[in-house]
């Protein structure tokens, strides 16, 4: 995995890009933004994978909540969310 620039950290459509290929690539399956992560046999153990790879490039964790439920678009965008709060607080 290689190491993200600042402007990709700050670019939502860098973030969703790296949120679904990461997913794809624990899936070993191909992915789009609108797929949902269980629908694409997706699993706890799978989920414990992506979130490391997620914190490891941008220091946030997943909302498993949300990668279970929603698309991994929307997982994306609360990652985002996650990278705007903590960029504000600190």
Do not use: C
């Not at 459509?13 to 949120?19: D, F, G, K, L």
């Not at 933004?33 to 994978?49: K, M, T, V």
């Not at 909540?65 to 705007?84: C, I, P, R, Y």
């Amino acid at each position: 995995m290689s190491q993200l620039t600042s402007e990709e950290v700050s670019d939502p459509v860098a973030v969703e890009r790296s949120v679904v290929e990461w997913a794809a690539e624990v899936l070993e399956e191909p992915a789009t933004a609108a797929d949902n992560f269980l629908d694409l046999g997706g699993h706890s153990l799978l989920a414990i994978e992506l979130n490391q790879r997620v914190s490891d490039a941008y220091g946030v964790e997943l909302d498993l909540q949300v990668l279970f439920e929603k698309s991994l678009g929307a997982t994306a965008a609360s990652v985002m969310e996650d990278l705007n709060s903590r960029t504000k607080n600190g």
